[in-house]
């Protein structure tokens, strides 16, 4: 099975920076060293929403650009199949929620295409 679980969560003011990490532990899943890893978050009262992803060649995408875009001021990076690394920089009260890193075969943007969460991880951000 796989087990993932983030570290790097806390209270910050807005403005400030934290860097999230989701460890995996893949105990007889040969195939996980294809798998995308992916965060997302989930604020009080809202829907779990994509944040970005990479995959195991390395690629990576982010969510589409908008007035809550975290295109900029978040940035994925992956250093070795089992481990993924979330840079928030810029820090902005909306961006309170909690993190959960996922890993899943295809990679999308979509809640249902992944496959292991992690427990989550609160990230607050004081005005």
């Known amino acids: 099975q796989v087990q993932l679980v983030e570290s790097g969560g806390g209270l910050v003011q807005a403005g400030d920076s934290l860097r999230l990490s989701c460890a995996a532990s893949?105990?007889?899943?040969?195939?996980?060293?294809?798998?995308?890893m992916g965060w997302f978050r989930q604020a009080p009262g809202k829907e779990r929403e994509f944040l970005a992803v990479t995959t195991w060649s390395g690629g990576s995408r982010y969510r589409a650009a908008s007035a809550d875009s975290v295109r900029g001021r978040f940035s994925i990076s992956r250093d070795n199949f089992k481990t993924v690394t979330l840079q928030m920089n810029s820090l902005k009260p909306e961006d309170t929620a909690v993190y959960y890193c996922?890993?899943?075969?295809?990679?999308?943007?979509?809640?249902?295409?992944?496959?292991?969460w992690g427990q989550g991880t609160q990230v607050t951000v004081s005005s």
């Open positions: 996922a890993a899943g075969p295809i990679g999308g943007t979509g809640v249902n295409e992944y496959e292991f």
């Open positions: 893949t105990h007889g899943i040969g195939t996980f060293s294809t798998y995308s």
